[in-house]
Protein backbone atom coordinates (compact mmCIF):
# COMPACT_ATOMS: atom_id res chain seq x y z
CA UNK A 1 0.00 0.00 0.00
CA UNK A 2 1.53 3.29 -1.05
CA UNK A 3 2.14 6.98 1.31
CA UNK A 4 -0.96 8.65 -0.36
CA UNK A 5 -3.57 5.23 0.40
CA UNK A 6 -2.27 5.08 3.65
CA UNK A 7 -2.99 8.51 4.57
CA UNK A 8 -6.63 8.59 2.62
CA UNK A 9 -6.98 5.76 4.88
CA UNK A 10 -6.54 7.05 8.30
CA UNK A 11 -7.93 10.48 7.21
CA UNK A 12 -11.31 8.50 5.95
CA UNK A 13 -11.53 6.25 9.09
CA UNK A 14 -11.29 9.11 11.51
CA UNK A 15 -13.97 11.48 9.53
CA UNK A 16 -16.20 8.48 9.41
CA UNK A 17 -15.69 8.15 13.04
CA UNK A 18 -16.27 11.43 13.77
CA UNK A 19 -19.52 11.89 11.64
CA UNK A 20 -22.32 13.05 13.54
CA UNK A 21 -25.29 10.70 14.33
CA UNK A 22 -28.69 11.39 12.19
CA UNK A 23 -30.75 13.87 13.96
CA UNK A 24 -34.74 12.78 14.98
CA UNK A 25 -36.09 14.92 12.13
CA UNK A 26 -33.54 13.47 9.61
CA UNK A 27 -34.75 9.37 10.72
CA UNK A 28 -38.47 10.51 10.74
CA UNK A 29 -38.10 12.33 7.23
CA UNK A 30 -36.35 9.30 5.99
CA UNK A 31 -39.08 7.10 6.75
CA UNK A 32 -42.00 8.01 5.55
CA UNK A 33 -42.96 9.88 2.18
CA UNK A 34 -45.32 12.57 3.63
CA UNK A 35 -45.98 15.24 0.53
CA UNK A 36 -45.06 18.86 1.75
CA UNK A 37 -48.15 21.43 1.13
CA UNK A 38 -48.56 24.66 2.36
CA UNK A 39 -51.80 25.39 4.59
CA UNK A 40 -55.01 25.82 2.04
CA UNK A 41 -53.26 23.75 -0.45
CA UNK A 42 -54.53 21.14 -2.30
CA UNK A 43 -54.74 17.66 -0.59
CA UNK A 44 -55.33 14.37 -2.01
CA UNK A 45 -57.43 11.92 -0.59
CA UNK A 46 -55.79 9.51 1.77
CA UNK A 47 -52.31 10.47 0.92
CA UNK A 48 -49.80 11.33 3.92
CA UNK A 49 -49.21 15.15 3.91
CA UNK A 50 -47.61 18.01 6.62
CA UNK A 51 -47.25 21.62 6.77
CA UNK A 52 -44.44 23.01 6.89
CA UNK A 53 -44.19 24.31 10.32
CA UNK A 54 -44.95 20.71 11.34
CA UNK A 55 -42.95 18.38 13.86
CA UNK A 56 -41.43 15.61 11.45
CA UNK A 57 -43.27 13.04 13.58
CA UNK A 58 -47.13 14.33 12.29
CA UNK A 59 -48.74 12.94 10.02
CA UNK A 60 -51.95 14.74 8.10
CA UNK A 61 -54.37 12.76 6.41
CA UNK A 62 -57.34 13.77 4.67
CA UNK A 63 -60.12 11.49 4.23
CA UNK A 64 -63.52 11.88 2.02
CA UNK A 65 -66.39 12.76 4.00
CA UNK A 66 -68.77 9.56 5.28
CA UNK A 67 -71.67 11.67 5.19
CA UNK A 68 -73.61 12.95 7.92
CA UNK A 69 -72.80 16.06 10.21
CA UNK A 70 -69.81 16.81 11.64
CA UNK A 71 -70.14 16.15 15.38
CA UNK A 72 -66.88 17.25 16.67
CA UNK A 73 -63.15 17.63 14.85
CA UNK A 74 -59.60 17.02 15.89
CA UNK A 75 -60.43 14.71 18.59
CA UNK A 76 -57.21 13.45 20.54
CA UNK A 77 -58.02 9.29 21.03
CA UNK A 78 -57.97 8.40 24.60
CA UNK A 79 -56.49 5.72 25.95
CA UNK A 80 -53.62 4.63 23.61
CA UNK A 81 -50.88 4.35 25.77
CA UNK A 82 -52.57 0.78 27.34
CA UNK A 83 -52.17 -2.04 25.38
CA UNK A 84 -53.05 -3.60 23.06
CA UNK A 85 -54.23 0.26 21.67
CA UNK A 86 -50.79 0.86 21.86
CA UNK A 87 -49.29 -1.70 19.17
CA UNK A 88 -52.19 -1.30 17.23
CA UNK A 89 -52.17 2.55 17.08
CA UNK A 90 -48.60 2.07 16.08
CA UNK A 91 -49.27 -0.51 13.61
CA UNK A 92 -51.79 1.71 11.99
CA UNK A 93 -49.79 4.45 11.34
CA UNK A 94 -47.12 2.27 9.94
CA UNK A 95 -49.65 0.83 7.63
CA UNK A 96 -51.47 1.38 4.34
CA UNK A 97 -55.26 2.70 3.51
CA UNK A 98 -55.92 3.29 7.11
CA UNK A 99 -59.26 4.07 8.41
CA UNK A 100 -61.17 4.23 12.09
CA UNK A 101 -64.41 3.42 12.87
CA UNK A 102 -66.22 3.84 15.94
CA UNK A 103 -68.51 1.55 18.30
CA UNK A 104 -70.79 2.05 21.19
CA UNK A 105 -70.22 -0.20 24.42
CA UNK A 106 -73.27 0.24 26.72
CA UNK A 107 -72.20 -2.98 28.38
CA UNK A 108 -69.08 -1.62 29.48
CA UNK A 109 -69.59 -1.40 33.62
CA UNK A 110 -67.54 1.75 34.55
CA UNK A 111 -69.00 3.48 31.84
CA UNK A 112 -71.77 2.74 29.74
CA UNK A 113 -71.52 5.64 27.20
CA UNK A 114 -67.85 4.28 26.09
CA UNK A 115 -66.83 4.26 22.44
CA UNK A 116 -64.11 2.03 21.09
CA UNK A 117 -62.47 3.30 18.73
CA UNK A 118 -61.45 0.40 15.91
CA UNK A 119 -58.57 1.34 13.40
CA UNK A 120 -58.26 -0.95 10.17
CA UNK A 121 -55.35 -1.10 7.78
CA UNK A 122 -52.67 -3.04 5.49
CA UNK A 123 -49.50 -3.88 6.47
CA UNK A 124 -46.47 -4.14 4.45
CA UNK A 125 -47.14 -7.67 3.24
CA UNK A 126 -50.53 -6.65 2.32
CA UNK A 127 -53.15 -8.28 4.65
CA UNK A 128 -55.49 -6.53 6.39
CA UNK A 129 -55.12 -5.71 10.50
CA UNK A 130 -57.90 -4.58 12.60
CA UNK A 131 -57.67 -3.69 16.39
CA UNK A 132 -58.89 -1.23 18.85
CA UNK A 133 -56.59 1.74 19.06
CA UNK A 134 -58.66 3.59 21.80
CA UNK A 135 -61.15 5.17 23.12
CA UNK A 136 -63.39 8.60 22.55
CA UNK A 137 -62.65 10.73 25.10
CA UNK A 138 -65.09 10.21 28.43
CA UNK A 139 -66.57 13.79 28.09
CA UNK A 140 -67.19 13.26 24.25
CA UNK A 141 -68.61 9.80 24.69
CA UNK A 142 -71.09 10.94 27.17
CA UNK A 143 -72.27 14.58 24.97
CA UNK A 144 -72.68 11.97 22.46
CA UNK A 145 -74.88 9.33 24.43
CA UNK A 146 -77.20 12.82 25.79
CA UNK A 147 -77.56 14.72 22.38
CA UNK A 148 -77.36 11.53 19.82
CA UNK A 149 -78.27 8.52 21.88
CA UNK A 150 -78.91 6.23 18.68
CA UNK A 151 -77.49 7.68 15.86
CA UNK A 152 -74.78 6.07 13.90
CA UNK A 153 -71.69 7.43 14.26
CA UNK A 154 -68.21 7.53 11.71
CA UNK A 155 -65.06 8.94 12.53
CA UNK A 156 -62.03 10.00 10.07
CA UNK A 157 -58.25 10.12 10.85
CA UNK A 158 -57.27 13.94 10.75
CA UNK A 159 -53.07 13.36 12.54
CA UNK A 160 -51.35 10.77 13.39
CA UNK A 161 -48.26 10.97 15.20
CA UNK A 162 -45.42 8.80 15.23
CA UNK A 163 -44.45 6.92 18.44
CA UNK A 164 -40.41 8.37 18.69
CA UNK A 165 -38.43 8.15 21.90
CA UNK A 166 -40.25 6.01 24.13
CA UNK A 167 -43.46 8.10 23.86
CA UNK A 168 -46.76 6.56 22.85
CA UNK A 169 -48.38 6.81 18.95
CA UNK A 170 -51.28 9.54 18.85
CA UNK A 171 -54.40 9.55 16.89
CA UNK A 172 -56.62 12.76 16.51
CA UNK A 173 -59.83 11.84 14.33
CA UNK A 174 -62.82 13.96 13.40
CA UNK A 175 -66.32 12.56 14.72
CA UNK A 176 -69.19 12.31 12.33
CA UNK A 177 -72.90 11.85 12.62
CA UNK A 178 -76.23 11.01 10.91
CA UNK A 179 -78.51 12.33 12.74
CA UNK A 180 -78.81 16.29 13.78
CA UNK A 181 -80.11 15.43 17.32
CA UNK A 182 -80.81 13.17 20.02
CA UNK A 183 -84.72 14.43 19.58
CA UNK A 184 -84.68 13.09 16.02
CA UNK A 185 -84.11 9.27 17.31
CA UNK A 186 -87.54 9.10 18.50
CA UNK A 187 -90.30 10.57 16.35
CA UNK A 188 -93.19 12.51 18.22
CA UNK A 189 -96.87 11.49 17.72
CA UNK A 190 -98.68 14.20 16.41
CA UNK A 191 -99.97 16.72 18.43
CA UNK A 192 -103.74 17.33 18.86
CA UNK A 193 -104.84 20.75 18.49
CA UNK A 194 -107.73 22.47 20.62
CA UNK A 195 -110.76 23.71 19.05
CA UNK A 196 -111.75 27.25 20.08
CA UNK A 197 -115.10 27.78 20.61
CA UNK A 198 -116.66 30.12 18.12
CA UNK A 199 -115.80 34.23 18.71
CA UNK A 200 -113.00 32.87 20.66
CA UNK A 201 -110.64 33.84 17.84
CA UNK A 202 -111.89 37.27 17.22
CA UNK A 203 -112.07 38.24 21.23
CA UNK A 204 -115.92 38.82 21.94
CA UNK A 205 -116.54 37.59 24.96
CA UNK A 206 -118.47 34.44 25.32
CA UNK A 207 -121.46 33.53 27.57
CA UNK A 208 -122.47 30.74 30.00
CA UNK A 209 -123.56 28.55 27.36
CA UNK A 210 -120.05 29.29 25.19
CA UNK A 211 -121.84 30.98 22.15
CA UNK A 212 -120.71 34.58 21.34
CA UNK A 213 -122.87 37.00 22.83
CA UNK A 214 -124.90 39.83 20.58
CA UNK A 215 -123.76 43.45 21.24
CA UNK A 216 -126.19 45.61 22.96
CA UNK A 217 -126.86 49.10 21.51
CA UNK A 218 -125.88 52.37 23.45
Request: proline share 8%; aromatic share 6%; charged share 30%.
Given at each position: ?G?W??I ?13 AP??K ?7 D???I??G?ERI?N???R ?6 H?IR?F???P?GR ?17 S ?7 G ?13 P??R?A ?5 SW ?5 T??S??V????K?V ?5 K ?8 A?I????K??DG ?7 D??C ?8 K?R?RR????KP ?7 P???NG ?8
Amino acid sequence: MGLWAIIKNVFGRKKQETAPAPTLKERLLATDDALMIEPGGERIYNRDFRYPHDSPHLIRLFQESPGGRTYKRDVTVAGIVDEPARSNAAALIRGMRRAVTLQRDPSNPPDRAAIRVIGSWYDASGTQRSGQVGWVPKEVARALAKTHPNAQLDATIWKMFKPVDGKSPGLRIDIWCHQASGTADKPRGRRKSRKKPNGAAQGRPLGVNGKREKRRGG
